[in-house]
């Protein structure tokens, strides 16, 4: 696929009724041209009084409820969560020359659904969310290993690693999805979905 055959020409796209299906080929478009991290997205969170933060996360799930991904919940951005729910995310794919922008209300997921993915990562990835103690410091990358070691030895003779109890998802749930599309000149296409308040979503276009 060739740069230009990853754009729609203005007069050539048509916005479906419903985000997440566009949302869902743009992602199957990444996962077939994009390097590295197709799922990747920029999670921008805030203190309570309004201070914001942002850094990249991976996209674990999507469903009609909205985006899923999952962290320690006792991190910097994990007690911004709980302390305001208000959360933004931005995908962009530089080979598509696309961009998706989603912001919303985030709200954990279910034990579940948290055990059913968690069960699914690499070994080594489910004790490395035992031994890091994320965003707290760290004296050495030493000390590090050896708290890996210790759970390594800790689970050796178990088959299932249980998953911590601050380790957890967090599903955005979206009140604003905008869509981009580069265009010359810098005349962009943007598409904005927001709820209709009846399950549906209203669409509009947007000035570049």
Not at 6 to 15: I, T, V
Not at 31 to 47: R, S, V
Not at 160 to 167: A, C, E, K, L
Request: hydrophobic share 30%; glycine share 8%; proline share 6%.
């Amino acid at each position: 696929m060739t740069k230009s055959d990853n754009k729609e020409a203005p007069e050539g796209f048509e916005a479906p009724e419903n985000p997440y299906d566009l949302f869902k080929d743009w992602l199957t478009l990444a996962e077939d041209n994009e390097i590295n991290d197709p799922n990747a997205m920029c999670l921008a969170t805030a203190t309570p009084d309004g201070k914001p933060s942002a850094r990249m996360v991976l996209l674990k799930g999507l469903d009609e409820r909205g985006f899923v991904f999952y962290t320690n919940d006792t991190s910097r951005k994990g007690e911004q969560i709980n302390e305001n729910k208000n959360a933004a995310i931005c995908f962009h794919w530089k080979t598509l020359q696309k961009q998706v922008r989603v912001e919303g209300v985030i709200e954990q997921v279910s034990a579940e659904e948290a055990d059913k993915y968690y069960n699914t990562r690499h070994r080594g990835s489910r004790v490395g969310a035992w031994a890091s103690k994320q965003s707290q410091e760290l004296g050495s990358y030493d000390e590090l290993k050896k708290f890996v070691e210790g759970y390594e030895e800790e689970f050796k003779d178990r088959e299932t690693i249980p998953r911590p109890p601050y380790w957890n998802g967090f599903r955005l749930k979206p009140n604003y999805i905008e869509f981009w599309i580069d265009g010359e000149y810098r005349l962009h296409q943007r598409y904005l979905y927001e709820p209709d308040g009846n399950g549906g979503w209203t669409t509009k276009m947007l000035y570049p």
